[in-house]
């Protein structure tokens, strides 16, 4: 038996079509997951040079910021194993010192994952299915230019442990990857900057950024029946950044 194979599991990705999300995405139907994601734009508007991969994924057009938009999205299957909550943005240049630009972040940050939480619930405790957000090593420290990129991932957190207990009796596992740097969309003004890269890399125990793949890594095991007691959890996937 294999409990990283996910043959006959349907799993929803939201923020799956780009970056890690993409990555998590590829990594399931990889291992036999029936696999749909929700992203911002025109399906023909991703590339897979820009991160975006759809091949053999179900797409669909959803703002998740808008809760009652989230409430009516079309159910993507009859039944749903695997929430993975992938969505995310930033605002530089102190967009999030703005309350509209702070406001934004949260809505899509933090907001968006209790959304997207209750809209599946009823499937995944029909299913005994879980749920695995992703937060920010931005959850355990301060962001100088990002105020609401942090508190949302800290509260990102909060959410994935209070979520796991209360959904605990149920049978629905929550739990988290909070990834350290990762080379996306959202962080080229970091990882395409020669000195900023640098400076971060020197940051970073094992000296290199997180790929999609390694937080898939980390997202495969916490769905799967080797986590099976895990809950309530984010596992820091970071190359060491925090330590
Ligand atoms: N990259 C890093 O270093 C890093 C580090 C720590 C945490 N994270 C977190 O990892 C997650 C994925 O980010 P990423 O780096 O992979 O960036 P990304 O490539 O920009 O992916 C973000 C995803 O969220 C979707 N999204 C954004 N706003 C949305 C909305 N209102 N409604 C629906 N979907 C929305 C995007 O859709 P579109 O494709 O249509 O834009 C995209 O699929 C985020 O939660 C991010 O905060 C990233």
């Not at 799993?11 to 990555?23: A, E, T």
């Not at 993975?84 to 930033?90: M, R």
């Not at 962080?187 to 890269?197: C, G, K, Y």
């Not at 895990?230 to 996937?237: D, F, M, S, Y």
């Amino acid at each position: 038996m294999n409990d990283l194979d996910f043959t006959g599991k349907t799993v929803l990705v939201v923020g799956g079509s780009s970056g890690i999300g993409n990555g998590v995405a590829q990594a399931f139907r990889a291992r036999g997951a029936t696999v749909a994601v929700w992203g911002t734009r025109d399906q023909g508007d991703y590339r897979k040079e820009d991160g975006s991969d759809l091949t053999g994924l179900t797409y669909a057009r959803v703002d998740v910021s808008d809760s009652v938009a989230v409430a009516a999205a079309p159910a993507p299957f009859d039944s749903l194993d695997i929430l993975v909550l992938a969505q995310g943005t930033v605002l530089y240049r102190r967009g999030e010192f703005e309350m509209d630009g702070f406001r934004k972040v949260v809505g899509v940050n933090l907001d968006s994952l209790m959304a997207c939480a209750m809209r599946f619930a009823p499937d995944l405790k029909a299913s005994g299915g879980n749920v695995v957000t992703i937060s920010s090593t931005a959850a355990y420290h301060a962001a100088r230019g990002n105020p609401a990129y942090a508190a949302s991932k800290a509260g990102a957190v909060a959410l994935t442990a209070t979520l796991g207990q209360a959904w605990a009796t149920d049978g629905v596992r929550v739990n988290g990857v909070a990834p350290g740097l990762v080379a996306t969309k959202l962080t080229r003004v970091t990882t395409e900057n020669p000195d900023r890269l640098a400076a971060s890399l020197k940051g970073i125990p094992m000296h290199r950024l997180g790929t999609p793949a390694d937080m898939a890594g980390a997202v495969l095991f916490l769905a799967s029946p080797l986590a099976s007691y895990i809950t309530g959890q984010t596992l820091i996937v970071d190359g060491g950044l925090t330590l």
